[in-house]
């Protein structure tokens, strides 16, 4: 039986891919989900697996912070929508790199690799030049600029005069320090991974804030956090932290 640990912070994301795993294999057995950085260190602590699915951004960090605070060494799997995200180096150091969404066939090359390396130890993923590459080590990794279109015009707005970024009717739309709306051709999740993690965080489904956008923060039922933008949101709704990134985002708040 191959135990599995699946790292992702989208409970609904989780459940599709223990789905997928489940019936690609009737030898595997997703053994947890874990959601966070530190549920994650707190349960590897204790517990072992053949093999990790992990996302890398997860609500309270980038989840190679769990492999720099413990000694592991089991193959790992990157799940994540960072497209542009050091792709080599994960083909190279961990067992595979799988773009959301997931591809079926795709995540039975990944197992079947897996089980290819499983007894070949020179050929196993070297972690620490993973973890290497992983750490964000200037603002250049992260995408400074976006393309939008105003009419037949092309204009490309800089990172550094993004308020915000919400989605809404299947639509992402970036939001600027002047308050003007721009429709943007990628969806929430990719921009996590192009977005520097210290300037914007992902507080709901919805939204990604920049932290000059946040002008006041209110305490909200189920000890969640109301937010105050600046622009004003223009649907004119509450913008309120989700209760699972509530704890992550004023960890967030107070690096």
Same mark, same amino acid.
């Given at each position: 039986?191959?135990?599995?640990?699946?790292?992702?912070?989208?409970?609904?994301?989780?459940?599709?891919?223990?789905?997928?795993?489940?019936?690609?294999?009737?030898?595997?057995?997703?053994?947890?989900?874990?959601?966070?950085?530190?549920?994650?260190?707190?349960?590897?602590?204790?517990?072992?697996?053949?093999?990790?699915?992990?996302?890398?951004?997860?609500?309270?960090?980038?989840?190679?912070?769990?492999?720099?605070?413990?000694?592991?060494?089991?193959?790992?799997?990157?799940?994540?929508?960072?497209?542009?995200?050091?792709?080599?180096?994960?083909?190279?150091?961990?067992?595979?790199?799988?773009?959301?969404?997931?591809?079926?066939?795709?995540?039975?090359?990944?197992?079947?690799?897996?089980?290819?390396?499983?007894?070949?130890?020179?050929?196993?993923?070297?972690?620490?030049?993973?973890?290497?590459?992983?750490?964000?080590?200037?603002?250049?990794?992260?995408?400074?600029?976006?393309?939008?279109?105003?009419?037949?015009?092309?204009?490309?707005?800089?990172?550094?005069?993004?308020?915000?970024?919400?989605?809404?009717?299947?639509?992402?739309?970036?939001?600027?320090?002047?308050?003007?709306?721009?429709?943007?051709?990628?969806?929430?999740?990719?921009?996590?991974?192009?977005?520097?993690?210290?300037?914007?965080?992902?507080?709901?489904?919805?939204?990604?804030?920049?932290?000059?956008?946040?002008?006041? $923060?209110?305490?909200?039922?189920?000890?969640?956090?109301?937010?105050?933008?600046?622009?004003?949101?223009?649907?004119? $709704?509450?913008?309120?932290?989700?209760?699972?990134?509530?704890?992550?985002?004023?960890?967030?708040?107070?690096?």
């Amino acid at each position: 039986m191959l135990n599995i640990l699946i790292i992702e912070d989208e409970p609904m994301a989780a459940d599709d891919l223990e789905q997928v795993i489940t019936s690609l294999d009737s030898e595997v057995n997703v053994v947890a989900k874990k959601e966070s950085v530190a549920s994650s260190v707190e349960w590897l602590e204790e517990n072992e697996v053949d093999l990790i699915l992990s996302d890398i951004q997860l609500g309270d960090g980038l989840s190679f912070e769990i492999f720099e605070k413990l000694d592991i060494t089991t193959p790992i799997i990157i799940t994540t929508a960072y497209d542009n995200y050091a792709i080599q180096a994960f083909k190279q150091n961990s067992i595979d790199y799988l773009l959301k969404p997931i591809d079926e066939q795709e995540l039975k090359k990944a197992l079947d690799k897996y089980k290819d390396l499983h007894d070949r130890e020179e050929d196993q993923p070297n972690i620490q030049e993973l973890l290497k590459t992983l750490r964000p080590g200037s603002e250049s990794e992260f995408q400074e600029r976006f393309i939008v279109t105003l009419g037949e015009r092309i204009e490309s707005i800089p990172v550094s005069e993004v308020a915000y970024f919400f989605s809404e009717d299947r639509y992402t739309y970036l939001v600027n320090r002047d308050g003007k709306q721009h429709i943007i051709n990628t969806n929430l999740g990719e921009l996590e991974g192009k977005l520097n993690p210290k300037k914007f965080y992902r507080i709901n489904r919805k939204y990604i804030i920049g932290y000059d956008a946040i002008q006041r $923060m209110v305490a909200y039922s189920k000890s969640r956090v109301k937010v105050e933008l600046l622009p004003e949101p223009p649907n004119a $709704m509450d913008v309120v932290v989700s209760v699972e990134r509530s704890g992550p985002f004023k960890k967030w708040l107070n690096q």
